[in-house]
């Protein structure tokens, strides 16, 4: 046993930290930019790093920071517990030795154009490389993108190499069952005009509406326009790549891309009031295969619980179904939403194709959703879809009828696979509040 191994931190301090909070605060400023400060330039969409300037969001240089918020997206808060906790000197420069990204991906032409890519910066898995010399010298530039490899082992995957469904070779596919994958974790980066523009609105606007909500939040928002750039605290996306992702921007190559949005409820803890997990697993097989074949697959997975509503919104509305006179019903599906929550959804699909402009796609073969705003999203900015691909009646659990019937007959593409009508809508319904134990 090594007895002078370094300590995990704990709840209330650091065993292996020297740091000591100091006892009381003298001074503290109101703003994160002080009106002299000079702010490094960015010219968002310059295609050369250089030019273009790094995303600078710490509180290590005030008078040079050019970007509004804090990085780690909905994780920021928990820093300030570390430093408050003693576990973290605020004054520690990370140490990227090794943190390189374990495959290269990119640079593609869509990272200079200013219009494609506005809610994550794509050079953020460069930084430690493309501005070593100004790091060294100083200036604090954090990643907002790591990219690094694994294997995703899955139950589903293995039962579908028992019924032949799926076949391990041994490289995509382990004799295990194990999937091997390239994957990017990314962080949001705001480019304000660029975002405003997609909602149709004035940059002014949106920066209001952005201050107002988060009720007043970060007052630079509307004190210093002439930064541009804003580091939201909200959850980003991870970007999961099966087979080489050089193929990733080769028309001649097939790809099998499913968007996903997260639900803790079904992906993690399998539950069957919604087709979240299985059209995910389903969406991974035909990722699989694509790579199989020499293509690529990709899953991307956004941090967007409850359609951007949140988990407890979304658990409020499963009461609100289960309760409402006639029983949890298709016809009711998106009404039960709209009244806990004023809205059906927030998820505002408009800004997700940042992301497959940022694996330099240009065509998706095979397009795993039948989201109808997901795909008009994404052929809006140019890529072309050939296919899409419903979810196989056979994956839907019976209590999940109500959402698949519902969707569908909103807009949904079912293609040959699914024909809702208004009576459809009407007869369809779930589990009753008697089965489940709702009082």
């Known amino acids: 046993m090594v007895d002078n191994a370094r300590k995990r931190s704990g709840s209330l301090a ?30 968002w969409g310059a295609a050369d790093p250089q030019e273009r300037g790094p995303v600078c969001c710490t509180n290590r240089k005030d008078d040079v920071r050019n970007a509004i918020g804090a990085h780690g997206g909905s994780y920021c808060v928990y820093r300030s517990l570390a430093i408050a906790s003693g576990a973290l000197d605020p004054e520690y420069f990370p140490n990227f030795k090794n943190t390189h990204p374990a495959a290269r991906i990119g640079p593609h032409p869509q990272w200079g154009d200013p219009k494609r890519i506005v809610t994550f910066d794509p050079f953020g898995a460069l930084v430690s490389e493309i501005y070593a010399d100004k790091m060294k010298a100083g200036l604090d530039v954090r990643p907002t993108i790591a990219i690094t490899k694994a294997h995703i082992d899955l139950p589903e995957i293995k039962e579908a190499i028992r019924l032949g469904r799926l076949k391990p070779d041994g490289k995509i596919l382990t004799k295990e069952g194990a999937i091997n994958v390239t994957k990017a ?64 921007s080769m028309d001649d190559k097939e790809k099998a891309v499913r968007v996903h949005d997260e639900c803790n409820g079904s992906d993690v803890f399998g539950s069957d009031i919604c087709t979240c997990r299985p059209y995910l697993i389903h969406g991974i097989e035909v990722a699989v295969k694509s790579a199989q074949a020499g293509g690529v697959g990709v899953i991307v997975y956004f941090r967007k ?134 009082k």
């Open 14 to 43: 650091s065993a292996g930290s020297t740091y000591r909070r100091p006892k009381k605060v003298t001074y503290v400023s109101l703003t994160s930019h002080p009106t002299q400060s000079k702010p490094l330039p960015i010219k």
């Open 185 to 248: 974790a990314v962080e949001p980066v705001w480019y304000l005009p660029g975002v405003a523009e997609r909602f149709g609105v004035t940059e002014a606007e949106l920066r209001e509406l952005l201050f107002r909500e988060t009720n007043g939040m970060y007052p630079e928002l509307l004190t210093r326009t002439d930064l541009k750039v804003f580091l939201p605290p909200i959850g980003g996306l991870t970007i999961y790549i099966i087979g080489n992702p050089d193929h990733l």
């Open 305 to 438: 619980e409850g359609r951007a509503l949140g988990e407890v919104t979304k658990y409020l509305v499963y009461n609100a179904r289960k309760r409402q006179e006639g029983g949890d019903t298709a016809a009711e599906y998106f009404n039960c939403t709209q009244n806990v929550a004023g809205v059906q959804d927030v998820r505002f699909q408009a800004l997700m194709p940042d992301c497959l402009h940022w694996l330099g796609i240009k065509k998706i073969d095979k397009f795993i959703s039948m989201s109808n705003m997901k795909h008009d999203a994404i052929t809006s900015t140019g890529i072309k879809i050939v296919e899409r691909i419903p979810i196989p009646p056979e994956l839907v659990p019976a209590d999940a009828k109500v959402e698949i019937d519902a969707k569908v007959f909103s807009g949904y593409e079912g293609g040959a696979v699914y024909n809702v009508t208004e009576d459809d809508l009407k007869e369809t319904k779930g589990r009753s509040r008697e089965e489940l134990g709702v």
